[in-house]
């Protein structure tokens, strides 16, 4: 069965940084497009970055050059750095494929709440 377990969230005050994991179970994601999504509330789930392979990666408008999405293989995880973290920011944060690719089963997300 595939799981992927989110964690790493939390309150921080605004500029501050988080570093997430995805812990990918039943399936290796090796070769695989890799995505971080977010959720903000009364709004639609929206993509974040993905990692396309170990040296290609995408980012919304958003959060270019205040977070970066990274993997490791051997642990069958994907990160995501986020610095200078913004209220705008504040989200449920949940991994899956990458944006052309089919979806896994949704985890359950990690909440990342930005003070001002």
């Known amino acids: 069965q595939v799981r992927l377990v989110e964690s790493g969230g939390g309150l921080v005050q605004a500029g501050g940084s988080l570093r997430l994991s995805c812990a990918a179970s039943?399936?290796?994601?090796?070769?695989?497009?890799m995505a971080w999504y977010r959720q903000a509330p009364g709004n639609q789930r929206e993509w974040v970055a993905e990692?396309?392979?170990?040296?290609?990666?995408n980012y919304v408008d958003s959060v270019k050059g205040r977070f970066t999405i990274s993997r490791d293989i051997a642990q069958n995880t994907v990160s995501l750095q986020m610095n200078s973290l913004k209220p705008e920011d504040t989200a449920v944060y949940f991994c899956?494929?990458?944006?052309?690719?089919?979806?896994?089963?949704w985890g359950q997300g990690t909440q990342v709440t930005v003070s001002s």
């Open positions: 990692i396309i392979s170990g040296s290609t990666s």
């Open positions: 899956n494929s990458g944006r052309s690719v089919p979806k896994l089963n």
């Open positions: 039943g399936i290796t994601i090796r070769g695989k497009q």
